[in-house]
């Protein structure tokens, strides 16, 4: 079965086609996502001592604003260079923020557990 997706891809081009084209164009669109983690790695790294653990201390709504932010800040910016640095400064809040997400998920699981230890345990 088809996704939507899939569907209106093939109307007109094989399946086949279709998926091989995408497959080959991806393949320098992974070369470029990684080549564009590396650069946002090495800022984060440079800015270490700006940011320390501050992120740490940020409540996820404060993280998910910065990275609206310089989003916006990049949108509105002509210059490349501060462009570019502004959306793997955004990508870099994203990244904090999928952290924080990720620890809340964990401590709610781990709530889950200690209640359920709780009830098991007649606390």
């Given at each position: ?14 399946c ?14 992974l070369q470029a ?6 650069i ?8 270490s ?6 992120w740490a201390?940020?409540s ?13 800040r990049?949108?509105?910016?002509f ?20 952290i ?8 709610f ?6 209640e ?8």
């Amino acid at each position: 079965m088809q996704s939507g997706l899939a569907k209106k891809l093939c109307l007109g081009v094989s399946c086949w086609m279709v998926k091989t084209k995408l497959t080959v164009r991806w393949k320098g669109k992974l070369q470029a996502l990684r080549e564009v983690d590396k650069i946002s790695y090495r800022i984060m790294g440079s800015r270490s001592d700006i940011y320390q653990d501050n992120w740490a201390l940020m409540s996820l709504d404060s993280l998910l604003s910065g990275a609206m932010y310089k989003c916006d800040r990049a949108r509105t910016t002509f210059d490349y260079q501060k462009k570019l640095d502004d959306v793997l400064d955004a990508l870099n809040y994203l990244r904090f923020s999928a952290i924080r997400i990720l620890q809340e998920i964990e401590h709610f699981h781990d709530g889950i557990h200690v209640e359920k230890e709780m009830l098991n345990n007649g606390k």
